[in-house]
């Protein structure tokens, strides 16, 4: 009877790894979206050549992602790029593959919890309650459309990844608990939680330092610090305080004597730290909402159509959501003996969301920070939807009620994929169910644009559809910058002259509005185009565009930095090179420590005859400590450097 239970097991859970495939297909040939264009297609730095200890290492700290950098992200995806080149269908399928790993390890760790249930309030748990139970909430999460794109945008590998190790972490730890509490040895699962995977987790994406916290809540609502020997709970509890409260207290406290940095933080954004505050109640409410009733129609890559909450009745939903979020809390708190699985999922639900949707200067809303969190409402749900304790009459109609929940999450995911699966479905969509998003109503605009270059006998209708959405996009935020950026680039790629209205309020908003990301790169596209001689602009024009962005008193550091070298393209392209040597220096001074800029600078010394400086710049810079992808840049100029030396001493 054991052995064809085990069969069954591994056959349901084999059936439900088929599903996911099944429902995901559509979408792996898709191709790269949003920040995977910066993080990947144009990171140089990610895309090695050779699998030697200088270009992983050059890749896993390729780009300033976080604090952390998230060197173990970078690393997967620069082994994607080896194997496979920029072909978005290795890099989703590697993403699928972590999707169902995780999916795996969200199986086991329902097990463990279940397993503390039935231990201490529970008894009418028997095993094949708990595999169905633990099969369930696998089968919402790993089917649940909102879990899409931290699969199929490929960058929220960083998201899926730091997931996984928390959940392994956290499904060791219980393990380790349950092991303890039958009399066995438990230290080295526990152990491994915080010594192997909080690591992991960690240099994955930072949210990976809300383990210790998790594994708090699993102690506190189901093992209740519980030893078979009293003397061990010491223990148990420096292990705590040395993890999680500890820490909490220090980050508390560096949080409130650096409120200057943080608030600083929002400079860059178009709203408050109060803002936020009271928006992101809102938001973790369209979470739960989704979770628990998704809509393709409410899904989407971009979200930046959800209005700010700029007081408590502003709008009147924010004071409720604000509400509704300290009952859900005084929920947990009350329930914490009665219901500890319920306990369990809300603050596992809350503290997930704790780093995202708290104080810190990120965007307002993107689907993937409920990757991790949404578990904490589908347990429990699953839990007293299957629980044997509830009338055996309504038995079959719970599980009915559950099987047909897996079959619209399923079919929900496949249809969301069908479209992720095609770059226009996906901006037509988007841009219907989001008429309100800038973003959306961009990238559409964007599709058009490489129509109308893929297809030159239909090129004018195509340029009218992409100005109709990038007007739309320059509408609804009055704070971007992509809509007027693209009206003014593609007027000039087809030699119409500059809608004067549209420039001019494009160099407002670069340089009053907070300097963006996006902001960059297209100042960057412009510049290409300049270089190319495909967009025409007058000087006058392109340096009131460059000008603009480099007057803006939020333009800092690195950022500065990349915009100068920027406009020192365009000074060389319009024959200025004391300018060009000016922007090239204060580049450096932007940002000293990427030598990129400092071989820029050489560049220009070197064309105006300055070999001294250019010489002293050039032995500034350690060929062995160069990242590999710079070190032939770094050998052309000192080819340069001595040709120009060459000629000097023939003169």
Excluded at 9 to 18: D, E, H, K, N, Y
Aim: aromatic residues 10%; hydrophobic residues 50%.
């Amino acid at each position: 009877m054991t052995d064809l239970f085990h069969k069954q097991r591994l056959l349901s859970i084999a059936g439900l790894a088929i599903l996911v495939l099944l429902a995901y297909a559509p979408g792996l040939g898709g191709s790269f979206e949003f920040d995977d264009e910066a993080n990947i297609v144009r990171n140089q730095p990610l895309q090695i050549t050779e699998l030697t200890p200088a270009q992983l290492k050059q890749a896993a700290f390729s780009m300033q992602a976080g604090p952390l950098m998230r060197p173990i992200s970078y690393l997967t995806l620069a082994l994607n790029y080896y194997f496979g080149g920029l072909n978005p269908l290795y890099f989703k399928l590697t993403n699928l593959f972590i999707h169902l790993l995780t999916g795996l390890a969200i199986y086991w760790l329902s097990r463990q919890l279940l397993t503390a249930c039935r231990r201490r309030i529970q008894p009418a748990l028997t095993l094949r309650h708990i595999h169905w139970i633990s099969l369930t909430v696998t089968a919402f999460w790993l089917l649940h459309p909102m879990a899409l794109t931290s699969v199929l945008y490929v960058v929220q590998r960083m998201n899926s990844l730091s997931a996984l190790f928390v959940v392994l972490g956290l499904a060791g730890y219980c393990q380790g608990r349950n092991r303890q509490l039958e009399g066995q040895s438990g230290v080295w699962f526990i152990l491994a939680g915080v010594l192997l995977f909080m690591p992991l987790a960690m240099f994955s994406k930072e949210n990976g330092a809300l383990l210790p916290f998790f594994m708090l809540i699993a102690e506190l609502t189901l093992f209740r610090f519980a030893m078979p020997d009293p003397k061990n709970r010491r223990w148990l509890l420096a292990f705590f305080a040395i993890v999680a409260v500890i820490p909490a207290l220090f980050i508390s406290g560096y949080l409130l004597t650096h409120l200057d940095q943080l608030i600083a933080g929002y400079s860059s954004r178009d709203f408050t730290l109060g803002e936020r505050l009271l928006t992101q109640a809102r938001v973790v409410w369209f979470y739960i909402g989704m979770t628990l009733a998704p809509s393709i129609s409410q899904l989407g890559l971009f979200h930046d159509d959800i209005p700010l909450s700029t007081g408590l009745m502003a709008p009147p939903t924010t004071a409720l959501a604000v509400f509704g979020l300290g009952l859900l809390l005084v929920a947990a708190l009350a329930f914490l003996r009665r219901a500890p699985l319920l306990s369990f999922g809300l603050l596992f639900f809350l503290v997930g969301h704790s780093m995202e949707s708290s104080v810190f200067a990120l965007e307002m809303v993107h689907e993937h920070r409920n990757y991790l969190p949404m578990y904490g409402l589908l347990l429990p749900l699953c839990y007293y939807l299957l629980h044997p304790a509830l009338p055996a009459k309504t038995g079959r109609a719970r599980i009915a009620l559950a099987v047909v929940f897996v079959g619209v999450l399923g079919v929900s995911t496949a249809i969301r994929a069908s479209y992720w699966g095609n770059p226009l479905q996906l901006a037509l969509m988007e841009a219907r169910n989001h008429p309100d998003s800038a973003r959306s109503q961009y990238r559409l605009g964007r599709m058009y644009w490489q129509l109308m270059e893929l297809q030159p006998e239909h090129a004018d209708d195509y340029a009218s559809l992409a100005r109709e959405r990038f007007r739309q996009a320059a509408a609804a935020d009055p704070g971007s910058t992509s809509g007027l950026f693209a009206l003014v680039m593609l007027d000039a790629r087809q030699g119409i002259p500059a809608n004067s209205a549209q420039l001019d309020e494009l160099v407002h908003r670069l340089q009053s509005r907070p300097f963006a990301s996006a902001s960059y790169s297209q100042l960057s596209d412009l510049s290409q185009c300049l270089v190319k001689g495909l967009c025409r602009l007058t000087k006058q024009q392109v340096n009131r565009i460059f000008t603009a962005g480099l007057a803006n008193p939020t333009l800092r550091g690195s950022t500065r930095a990349k915009v100068l070298s920027e406009v020192m393209v365009i000074a060389l392209m319009q024959g200025d090179l004391p300018r060009a040597l000016t922007l090239g220096e204060e580049a450096v001074r932007a940002d000293p420590k990427d030598p990129q800029h400092r071989l820029n600078y050489v560049s220009i010394l070197i064309q105006s005859g300055q070999l001294e400086p250019a010489r002293d710049m050039l032995q500034s810079l350690d060929h062995s400590q160069l990242q590999p992808f710079l070190q032939p840049r770094l050998l052309a100029q000192k080819k340069a450097f001595h040709d120009a030396e060459r000629r000097l001493q023939r003169q």
